[in-house]
C-alpha cells in the first residue's frame, strides 16, 4: 500500500535553513502528484507547495522565493528546502501524494499523507 514517511524536521532559529525528505513506498513514484503541507497549533493545514509529474512546481504566496520543493524518481523521495526560516513557518510538515488530481493546493485534494514531522523555528 501506499506509504510516505516524512524526516528532517528539527528546530533551528530563524533565518537557517532545513531540508525535509519524504519517503515514498507502495506506488510508482513518478506518476504521482506530490505536496507539502503544514499544519501550525490550532490553525487549518495549509498548501506549502506541489510539485506535478513532470517536475513542475507551485508555491504559496508565504514560502515563495524561500522554499524549494524537488523530487528523486530513482528513489522515490519528496525534498522541502526551507531557507530563511521565520517563527511563523512553525509546524507539523506532511508530505502528501495523489494519482489523479493536481491542481489546487487543497489537502482535499491529496488521498494519501504522511505522519509528519515537526518544525520549530526560535526567533
Known amino acids: 500500500q501506499v506509504q510516505l514517511v516524512e524526516s528532517g524536521g528539527g528546530s533551528v532559529q530563524a533565518g537557517g535553513s532545513l531540508r525535509l525528505s519524504c519517503a515514498a513506498s507502495?506506488?510508482?513514484?513518478?506518476?504521482?502528484?506530490m505536496a507539502w503541507f503544514r499544519q501550525a497549533p490550532g490553525k487549518k493545514r495549509e498548501g506549502v507547495g506541489i510539485i506535478n509529474r513532470w517536475g513542475g512546481t507551485t508555491y504559496s504566496e508565504s514560502v515563495k522565493g524561500r522554499f524549494t520543493i524537488s523530487q528523486d524518481n530513482a528513489k522515490s523521495a519528496l525534498y522541502l528546502q526551507m531557507n530563511n526560516l521565520k517563527s511563523e513557518d512553525s509546524g507539523m510538515y506532511y508530505c502528501?501524494?495523489?494519482?489523479?488530481?493536481?491542481?489546487?493546493?487543497?489537502?482535499?485534494?491529496?488521498?494519501?499523507w504522511g505522519q509528519g514531522t515537526p518544525v520549530t523555528v526560535s526567533s
Open positions: 502528501a501524494a495523489d494519482q489523479v488530481r493536481c491542481g489546487a493546493l487543497e489537502p482535499a485534494n491529496f488521498a494519501y
Open positions: 507502495g506506488f510508482t513514484f513518478g506518476w504521482y502528484c
